[in-house]
C-alpha cells in the first residue's frame, strides 16, 4: 500500500499516515512504548479470556487512537474476553491480517474506502472520532478560501492518504480540479509534518495540510503569530459533525465469528463513553503509561474533546448515523473519481451493521 513520493498530484487508492511531535495522527507507525497487563476495573489482573490473546495494532502513539489505550489501560478488552497485545503494523501488515482474519479489527480514516472498492476483505463496522485534520497557511496569507487555492501547492504526507483526499475534496466543491492533468492544484509530498511547516515557511508551498495536533501546535502560543488555519476537519461545514476516523473489521471474522466483533465494538464503545466523560483523566492515563508522547497536555485534553467521542447517549440514541456517513464520504470520493462503485453500492459491500447483543 506505499505510494511513490512524487512531487505531482496523482490518485492513490491507499496510505499510511503520518505525524510528529508526540502526539501522531491516526495510523502512523512510530514507537510508543505501551502499559503491562489488562485489568479490570476493580484493578485485578484478568487471567482468563474467552477469545484468549488478540493482536490490535496499536502501538503507534496516535492520541486520537485514545479509546484503544483507555480500553486496554481500563480493562474494557478483558471485561469483553479479549487478552489484547497491542502491535506495530503498517498499512500493508493491516491490510493483509484483516483479510486473513489474524487481525480482527483496525481504526482508519476513510482513505481506506478505495482499497474495500479494490477488494480487500474488510468491512466498516462503526465510527471512531471525528476530525483531526487541519491546513494551515502564514499569517496574513492571502489565501482565506478554498476558491484561493487555484494554482497554488499544498503539501501533503502522501498521496492517497486522508490530508490529500479532503483538500481533494475541498478543492473540488470550490470548482477547482484536484486532478493533475488539469494542473490547477499541485499536491507535493513530504514525509514528516515538520517538512511541510518548513517548506510552507520557506514559501515552497502555498499551505500545509497536516495531522493533529502539528496544525494546533503551530497556530497557536509562540506559533500564533507565524501561522493561521485555514481549514479544519472539524468545524468545516463539508465535514463537521461526521466521522473520519471508523473502525474496520475482518469479514473473515465477522462471518466466522460475528460475536467476537461484536465483543470487540463493546470494549471500544466502553472507552469511547469513558473519554467523552473524562477527557483530562484520559490524557494523565496515556502520557503517564507512555501509550502517546504527550508534551502538551493542555492542548492534548482540548484535541481529545474535538473528536467528540460518542458518549453513553450517543450511543443509546445512535446521534450520529454511521452508515450515513459512510455513504456521504464515498458519493464525496466517488465524484472526484477516488472510488469506482456508485455510493450506494459501495455502501453495501463496506458497511456492516454490527448486533451489540451478540455473546
Not at 454511521?322 to 456508485?342: C, M, P, Q, R
Not at 459491500?349 to 455473546?359: C, E, Q, S, T
Request: hydrophobic share 40%.
Amino acid at each position: 500500500m506505499k505510494l511513490s513520493k512524487t512531487l505531482t498530484s496523482a490518485i492513490a487508492l491507499t496510505a499510511a499516515l503520518a505525524l510528529t511531535l508526540g502526539l501522531t495522527a491516526c495510523n502512523k507507525d512510530d514507537a510508543a512504548t505501551t502499559s503491562g497487563g489488562d485489568t479490570t476495573t476493580a484493578g485485578a489482573v484478568q487471567t482468563s479470556y474467552k477469545y484468549g490473546k488478540v493482536q490490535i495494532p496499536g502501538k503507534d502513539g496516535a492520541l486520537c487512537g485514545a479509546p484503544i489505550y483507555i480500553a486496554k489501560d481500563k480493562g474494557f478488552f478483558a471485561e469483553e474476553g479479549f487478552d489484547i497485545e497491542l502491535i506495530s503494523a503498517d498499512a500493508e501488515t493491516r491490510k493483509v491480517g484483516l483479510n486473513n482474519g489474524t487481525i480482527p479489527i483496525v481504526n482508519g480514516d476513510f482513505q481506506f474506502f478505495p482499497s474495500i472498492d479494490e477488494g480487500v476483505n474488510v468491512s466498516v463496522v462503526d465510527g471512531l472520532h471525528n476530525g483531526c485534520i487541519k491546513f494551515i497557511v502564514k499569517k496574513g496569507s492571502p489565501i482565506k478560501t478554498a476558491e484561493d487555492l487555484r494554482g497554488k501547492r499544498i503539501a501533503v504526507d502522501e498521496l492517497g492518504g486522508t490530508p490529500h483526499q479532503v483538500a481533494s475534496v475541498w478543492v473540488e466543491k470550490a470548482g477547482i480540479s484536484a486532478k493533475p492533468e488539469n494542473k490547477e492544484v499541485e499536491f507535493v509530498v513530504y514525509s514528516d509534518g515538520n517538512l511541510e511547516i518548513e517548506a510552507l515557511k520557506n514559501g515552497d508551498v502555498d499551505v500545509a495540510a497536516l495531522w493533529d495536533p502539528l496544525g494546533s501546535v503551530y497556530t497557536s502560543g509562540d506559533h500564533a503569530s507565524e501561522y493561521e488555519v485555514l481549514f479544519d476537519l472539524s468545524t468545516d461545514p463539508t465535514f463537521a459533525g461526521k466521522y473520519c476516523c471508523f473502525l474496520y473489521a475482518s469479514n473473515k471474522i465477522i462471518n466466522e465469528d460475528p460475536a467476537q466483533i461484536a465483543a470487540l465494538l463493546r470494549a471500544y464503545h466502553k472507552a469511547q463513553e469513558w473519554i467523552a466523560e473524562n477527557p483530562k483523566e484520559a490524557v494523565d492515563i496515556i502520557s503517564d503509561k507512555k501509550y502517546s508522547a504527550i508534551e502538551d497536555k493542555a492542548l492534548a485534553e482540548e484535541l481529545v474533546k474535538s473528536y467528540v467521542y460518542p458518549s453513553a447517549h450517543a450511543h443509546a440514541n445512535n446521534t450520529q448515523d454511521v452508515g450515513k456517513d459512510v455513504e456521504y464520504f464515498a458519493t464525496e470520493l466517488y465524484n472526484i473519481g477516488y472510488l469506482k462503485s456508485e455510493p450506494a453500492d459501495f455502501v453495501k459491500k463496506a458497511y456492516y451493521k454490527v448486533d451489540l447483543n451478540l455473546k
